[in-house]
């Protein structure tokens, strides 16, 4: 299926690693040129070499720190004008209400909240003034679920949930579709690093960690690629009547 977007130009955040490098990977096999952004240059820059070697498109990295307003700025300024914005960097830690000090859980919001709502704020002018673009948020589906034990990463996720709808609400009428994604467990590289650990610690064997996946929908966790996929479709004029709308992807999860 042809997306119709080869020649578009994106902007990835968080794009070196996990879901963030899917989404890149599977943007360049469509054609699209590439931004990326995220805070490890040497991981950008094999990112981007990857890519290159499998795509006949531009790959561009800014290392930078998007908890950081000014650095924010910066980024929108070096990239200009861009059709597709993915917001995916980020990611808050697990914890109580007891476990998460202020510190930590500012620290976060900073990266994760305010660093996408500060990248909307800079980018979207730009697709404004020109009626057209597409900004994606890379959310997760705790802000649907609201677990106890991940509650800064509840809260902030079911803000940005709010936060993707009330932009989109009006976005329509500058030609912009603002839409949301919540993936539910991904097998990125730090979650089987953290599954690794579990299944050591559980079972004393590290390679038996694809059995703490087998109470989930299908026997396995999600794969960054499908979210990827999703996120090109979302991107494309296929669905060019699709905003203000939140896709959980989990497969089917309670």
Partial sequence: MDLQISGKRAL??????????????VLAAEGCDLVLVARDAAALAETARTIRTKNQVAVETIAADLSNDAAVASVARQVGAVDILVNNAGAIPPGTLADV????????????????????????PAMAARKSGV????????????????????????????????????????GIRVVGINPGAILTERAIMLARTKAEA?????????DLHKSLP???????????????????????????????????KE
Avoid at 225 to 250: K, R
Wanted: charged letters at 20%.
């Fill in 135 to 174: 900004i994606i948020n890379i959310i997760g589906a705790a802000g649907e679920r609201h677990p106890s034990a991940y509650i800064a990463g509840s809260a902030g996720n079911a803000a940005l949930m709010g936060f993707t709808k009330a932009l989109a609400h009006g976005a329509h009428a500058d």
């Fill in 218 to 252: 299908f026997g396995r966790a999600g794969r960054p690629e499908e979210v990827a996929h999703t996120v090109a479709f979302f991107a494309s004029p296929l669905s060019s009547y699709t905003s203000g709308t939140i896709l959980t992807i989990d497969g089917g």
């Fill in 12 to 25: 990835v955040t968080g794009g070196s690693k996990g879901i963030g490098k899917a989404v890149a990977e």
């Fill in 101 to 124: 000090d202020d510190t930590t859980w500012r620290k976060a919001w900073d990266l994760k909240v305010y660093g996408f709502i500060s990248m909307c704020r800079e980018i979207y």
């Fill in 202 to 210: 559980q079972w004393g064997d590290a390679e038996r960690w694809p």
